[in-house]
């Protein structure tokens, strides 16, 4: 069977250099949680909401869903805050762990902190607490560094590979 024509791989958006422009828009905003520039910065970003009755499961506590947002954006937003121009970048991978439950009238606060910023990925670690302080979530992620073009990154470097049995300028082990 033939193979259908493959597409590009998609490229996010560039972001603007600071948290200003998400603090008003994404999905967090949408599900009523907000980035809290005052506590957040180079390498940190904080988001806080208060949980209202459609971020609750049928056990009417805090879907696992809306901390992973909530983490992803804390996450996701110390990211952006470490990114170069013409630099974006995307979630590779995100692992949330569940300790407590929230509920109903909570308000959740997450920290986002970048661990490790390398050319091309991003590691990063985030907390979720409740208004007293307990743990309820934490998380860690990785995010990739796309450049805005493809021609502005450096020519990759010609790997040489020796041939079997090609003298490798070792003597010889006997």
Request: proline share 8%; net charge positive; with cysteine.
């Amino acid at each position: 069977m033939p193979r259908a024509k493959e597409l590009p791989e998609p490229r996010p958006t560039p972001p603007l250099p600071d948290l200003m422009h998400a603090v008003r828009h994404g999905f967090h905003h949408e599900v009523g949680f907000k980035i809290d520039l005052t506590r957040s910065g180079r390498g940190t970003c904080t988001v806080t909401g208060r949980v209202e009755p459609r971020h609750l499961n049928i056990n009417s506590v805090v879907h696992g869903g809306v901390y992973a947002t909530i983490l992803d954006t804390a996450m996701g937003g110390a990211v952006l805050s470490m990114l170069r121009p013409g630099e974006t970048a995307a979630t590779t991978s995100l692992y949330v762990e569940f300790l407590r439950a929230a509920r109903e009238g909570d308000t959740l606060t997450a920290r986002g902190e970048v661990v490790r910023r390398g050319r091309h990925f991003v590691f990063a670690e985030g907390d979720l607490c409740g208004e007293d302080g307990h743990r309820l979530s934490q998380a860690r992620g990785t995010w990739y560094i796309w450049a805005r073009e493809p021609d502005t990154l450096p020519p990759k470097r010609a790997v040489q590979r020796r041939r079997p049995g090609a003298a490798s300028g070792r003597p010889a082990q006997r």
